[in-house]
């Protein structure tokens, strides 16, 4: 039966009314995972500087994905939160937050958020997953980086027709003895995680963010994904887009903003290009050349 109303949607979406039946779609789909984004993003730290920041986008309108994703202690360690959301006062993230203040192992951290999660998410009348196994973390500090997917999130967004998006979860252990980064994906189309990797990796500044910092490599990172047509699945197949909203933001060793991007429901305009102009005015004020990396600043942007 399954098999038979996905290939029936399948049908539908190559008619000439797809884009009226594939919106119908995707909002059947957000009504029955109500709590759950597909997501791009990125953690990093900066052993130079102090910092630690990530960046991200995704595909669910009136989302504050900063709000919902991103946790830190500043001068320690940085944690995003994906998959099926958890409240920033859930106990598994104040815990998390309380462990990376005492810089615990970061391995430590992504067991006890695993052990503390037992509730269950209900798929339909008959099936019950387990709330573990549908998240997907990624924490890095100054000397690791590590994540966590839950084994039933791929199955869940299979089961609600994304069967043949990616689901990655990996890093890089201290990229020019400088930078720790962890990069994570869900019901993103294949390639959107190594595309941020290759940004964040990208020595050549094609797209003159300026490389200097651990901002113009956030940023273009998610510009990468963009750019290379990459992103979440479900505005890709709408309309083209890697995304609703994305943001950017770093913390200082002080723990105030070095900087802070946040575009909410862009539509129909790119998110990331949203951010990328934005992040272009910040970059005018602390250019590559000046002495002002570590300057504390804020520039929030918030579409409504």
């Known amino acids: 039966r399954r098999a038979e109303k996905l290939n029936m ?18 909002a059947l789909c957000l009504l029955f995972v109500p709590t ?29 994905l900063y709000e ?14 994906q998959g099926l959301l958890l409240d920033p006062n859930d106990p598994i993230v104040t815990t998390a937050l309380d462990m990376m203040q005492k810089n615990e192992s970061l391995d430590a951290i ?25 998240r997907q973390y990624t924490i890095a500090n100054f000397t690791s980086q590590v994540g966590y997917s839950g084994a039933g999130l791929f199955g869940v967004w299979a089961y609600y027709g994304f069967g ?14 400088r930078y720790m980064y962890r990069t994570a994906g869900n019901v993103v189309k294949v390639g959107t995680v190594d595309a941020m990797q290759n940004g964040f ?26 750019d290379g047509g990459f992103g979440d699945d479900r505005c890709l197949n709408f309309d083209g ?3 609703t909203g994305a943001y950017l933001h770093i913390d200082n060793a002080d723990g105030t903003e070095f900087i802070h991007i946040n575009v909410i429901d862009s539509n129909p305009k790119e998110p990331v290009e949203e ?18 990396d570590n300057t504390s600043l804020r520039f929030k942007v918030a579409w409504n």
């Open 9 to 26: 949607v399948d049908r539908q979406l190559q008619s000439p009314v797809r884009p009226v039946v594939y919106q119908l779609f995707l």
């Open 36 to 64: 759950a984004t597909a997501t791009y993003s990125i953690v990093a730290t900066d052993a130079t500087t102090r910092q630690v920041g990530g960046a991200g986008a995704t595909c669910l309108g009136g989302i504050d």
């Open 68 to 81: 919902a994703l991103y946790h830190s202690v500043p001068n320690r360690s940085v944690l995003h939160t």
């Open 110 to 134: 992504l067991q006890e958020m695993q052990d503390l999660d037992q509730g269950s998410f209900p798929l339909n009348e008959a099936v019950n997953i387990p709330n573990v196994a549908l």
């Open 164 to 177: 043949s998006s990616e689901l990655v979860n990996e890093g890089k252990d201290l990229l020019k003895d």
């Open 201 to 226: 990796e990208d020595e050549d500044d094609q797209f003159n963010f300026g490389l200097c910092d651990m901002a113009g490599k956030l940023m273009t990172a998610m510009y990468k994904v963009a």
């Open 241 to 243: 887009t890697s995304g």
């Open 275 to 292: 951010l990328k102009e934005r992040f272009l005015e910040w970059r005018k004020l602390n250019p590559c050349n000046s002495t002002c």
